[in-house]
Structure formats: C-alpha cells, structure tokens
C-alpha cells in the first residue's frame, strides 16, 4: 500500500524471525519501542521486546484504518485485537493495544498515549513482555498518520 511503513515488509526482505534486531527495525517503531521502554522502567517495570508477529497485526490495523478511512480498536472486517494477534501469528491471549490517528511524530503520539489512562495503564502494565509498532502515513486520508501499539504475553507455561 502506497505510503505504508512497515515493520512487516522489512523483516520480509531482511527473512527475519519473530523477534526483531533493532538494527532491522523502522525508525518510528525504534523510538516507540525506546520511549515505551524507558516509561516502563520508571515504573519498574521490564522491558518490551519487539515482536513481528504483533508489528505485523499493528501495521495492517494502522493501514486499515487509513485506507478504510475509520478509527476504532474494531478493524474493518470486525476484527479485535485479540483476533488479529493472533491470524498474525502471536501466540499470547493476553493483549492490550493503543491507537492513534493524526499525530506526526512517535514522540507526541507516545506522550499523547501517556495522558490519557487508558493507554497509560497499557504501556505500564508489567504482565505484557512483547510489543507490536505500526504505522501508516497515507497522504489524503482522514487523519493522514495512523498509529497502532500492540502488546501482548505469551502464555506461561
């Protein structure tokens, strides 16, 4: 999809695994990944790991959302985030996600994110142990960037 930026379509050149190297990752979903960590450890909590499984599901909600020109956690077809975590691969049925459309910059998303509970309580909730980053910047759409965090735990075993 034209303007997409996608976690996705880079591990697809790199064949990367699930788990991504941070010298494979977009720069937007590095510096969401940093902020969310560095948050995260002021609460005490652990750091996220970046996940391609939860990227993936994040950027095709974020381009969903663009072209589809709608903004809620519902996708297009009815999915939720739990359903798409998991068509993408994820093996966690413990998982939160944060949206946000119109914002230019990881920077001011994230701490857009941290006003507001909801998404705070999130990004500090020590239980999730991976994160998915998508982004969108689809010129002409309804809010033009589109954002999607998707966090999530494995089942413990």
Known sequence: MPGLRSTAAAL???GAGPLLLAA??????????????TARAGAG?????????LSEA?????ADMAHRGFFDHTGSEGSDP???????GYPGDYIGENI?????????VFQ?????????SNILNCKFTDLGVGHADVPGSQ????????LGRPPIR
């Open 12 to 14: 697809a050149l790199l």
């Open 24 to 37: 494979s990752t977009p720069p937007v979903e590095q510096q969401l990944l940093d902020l969310t960590n």
């Open 45 to 53: 909590c652990p750091p996220l790991r970046l996940n391609a499984d």
């Open 58 to 62: 994040a950027t095709e909600h974020s």
């Open 82 to 88: 739990a359903s798409r975590t998991q068509a993408a």
């Open 100 to 108: 946000a459309a119109g914002y230019d910059s990881a920077e001011t």
């Open 112 to 120: 857009k994110w941290m006003e507001t509970a909801v998404h705070r």
């Open 143 to 150: 809010y033009r960037t589109y954002w999607t965090q998707d």
